[in-house]
């Protein structure tokens, strides 16, 4: 991981590959037409310009806008031989609490990839300090070490002529001895390794990252990081009657598993609350007999990012250690088509005991995580947060960025919120009843998808569904992260190409939230 630091020594002085200042866009009432403003943190390196470093910029092409990146070379005008401006936009208005944070965070994201090949670099941005300075801080830090993100792929080869991510970060605060500040980036790197972990696990090709081995390589790292980790194989599956798991996971040579990781806060501290985590492990989902077209079944191998969110957001917390009892449900399997496959048509008795009819081998997520949800209950939580790459409906509804959540009202409301500060934006979706209703089943207790094929709202299906697994009153929310959790584009700001970590940071996010308002 990419070591991060704070410095208060003036930038201009600091003997790095490049400073990263902040750019606004101008108006015309505060600046020449067109001419960008220099956020504030870029003062002593303006000066060293003679006051002619926004017009530079200008004369190179920069406006301000969010995350465009203009680099100018200095020629011994500052110590570092570089500068890169990152646009943040236009300047926010008096009584605002300065530049948002996701802002800073995309913003630094931006410029800190742009410096590929740099070894060292310093960001100078819009200076957090005094009141609400955590938000501005952490996000600045965040974005900036999820800009070092590389996946380290398999070419057998080095690429001559690629460079290498940034090796090192530095963030230039008023006082770098603040405690708050310090706190602050330490959260924030290991917020990043668990973005980056989970990355790594849903760029993993699927060959490589089978149920037994996801499984196994989950228990590692999670006893490694002093967490409490149980793995039931097929065999235990049976024993416990984890339908659903199984009906799934028996299609494949690689049998399906379950791991429970629990994490608790020191006795003396006193836990308030409780938390059961969920997430969907399908390591590869061909479909089954619900076959998938080939074309674009190959980013299937990211259908485990809900699975790899909640194990790393787990050995997150076993560093963090915030007052609240979290455990983790994570339910693994891969849809392959067999002789031992499940098929459309069949009944399936889940863990708790209820019988689905299944209507489509593709709609698979639903089963493995109703029993785990079933299974989470049983040890009586205050909440249950789910999250999936539930369903194809998700990014029809609202997109490649906002996830759905759908569940108790103001547990959404939640995590909407949190998602919100910690830049994964995630939006409230309803459960009709006659969603539910269309789920009725002639012959089982319910439907796994609408009894008559209709796709219309099937976002809202995945989570009709999943309700008739969680315990009575059990405050929950599902998180569909169908589309969030992977980004089959280039990287943008904050966003990696391939898997993203969503919702990482928002679990952590309300877990905080959790700790310290019940
Ligand atoms: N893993 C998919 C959902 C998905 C689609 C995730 C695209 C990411 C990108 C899920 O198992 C699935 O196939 N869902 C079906 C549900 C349908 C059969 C009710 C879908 O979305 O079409
Ligand atoms: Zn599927
Ligand atoms: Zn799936």
Request: glycine share 12%.
């Amino acid at each position: 991981m990419t070591p991060l630091s704070l410095s208060d020594t003036d930038p201009a002085d600091l003997v790095v590959d490049a400073i990263v200042v902040g750019l606004h866009t101008g108006d015309s009432e505060t600046a020449k037409v067109g001419d960008p403003l220099l956020a504030p943190g870029a003062e002593s390196v303006a000066a060293a310009f003679d006051g002619q470093l926004a017009r530079t910029l200008a004369l190179l092409g920069a406006t301000g806008a969010l995350g465009e990146v203009t680099k100018l070379a200095t020629l011994g005008s500052v110590s570092a031989p570089v500068i890169a401006a990152v646009g943040l936009g236009p300047v926010p208005p008096d009584g605002d609490d300065g530049v948002a944070p996701d802002t800073l965070r995309r913003a630094a994201a931006s410029a800190v990839r742009s410096l590929e090949g740099a070894a060292k670099v310093t960001l100078a941005l819009p200076a957090p300090d005094g009141h609400g300075s955590g938000p501005a801080l952490r996000a600045i830090a965040e974005g900036a070490l999820l800009g070092t993100y590389r996946f380290a792929g398999y070419k057998t080869k080095p690429q001559p002529g690629r460079r290498n991510p940034v090796r090192a970060v530095s963030v230039q605060v008023p006082n770098a001895r603040d405690k708050t500040a310090r706190a602050e980036i330490k959260r924030a790197a290991v917020v990043a390794a668990a973005v980056a972990r989970t990355r790594d696990w849903i760029n993993t090709a699927a060959n490589d990252l089978r149920p037994p081995t996801f499984a196994a390589e989950v228990a590692k790292v999670a006893t490694e990081a002093g967490l409490e980790v149980e793995v039931l194989d097929e065999r235990a599956l049976k024993k416990g009657g984890y339908g659903g798991i199984l009906a799934v996971g028996m299609g494949s040579d690689a049998p399906p598993r379950m791991v429970r990781i629990a994490y608790r806060p020191q006795a003396s501290k006193g836990g308030r609350a409780s938390v059961a985590l969920v997430g969907k492990g399908i390591t590869f989902d061909t479909g089954g007999y619900a076959v998938k077209p080939a074309q674009g079944m190959w980013e299937m191998k990211s259908d485990m990012s809900g699975a790899a969110a909640v194990a790393s957001t787990m050995i997150a917390l076993a560093v963090l250690r915030p007052k609240v009892a979290v455990t983790a449900f994570i339910p693994m399997a891969e849809n392959m088509i067999s002789g031992t496959a499940y098929r459309p048509g069949d009944v399936v008795t889940m863990y708790s005991g209820k019988r689905v009819e299944v209507l489509n081998t593709d709609a698979e997520g639903r089963m493995i995580l109703a029993d785990a949800i079933a299974r989470a209950g049983e040890e009586d939580p205050d909440y249950l947060l789910e999250t999936s790459t539930l369903t194809g409906g998700q990014i029809i509804a609202l997109g490649k960025r906002i996830a759905g959540v759908m569940g108790d009202a103001d547990l959404c409301e939640r995590v909407r919120r949190a998602g919100d500060r910690a830049g994964e934006p995630a939006w409230p979706m309803p459960i009709p009843d006659d969603v539910r209703k269309g789920m009725d089943s002639d012959v089982a207790d319910i439907s796994q998808v609408n009894a008559g094929m209709d796709r219309a709202g099937h976002m809202l299906q995945g989570g009709a569904f999943l309700r008739e697994f969680v315990a009575e009153g059990l405050p929950w929310a599902h998180i569909d992260i169908a589309g969030p959790s992977y980004n089959s584009g280039d990287a943008t700001g904050y966003w990696s190409k391939g898997g993203t970590g969503v919702p990482v940071r928002t679990l952590l996010e309300l877990i905080d939230d959790i700790a310290a308002n019940g």
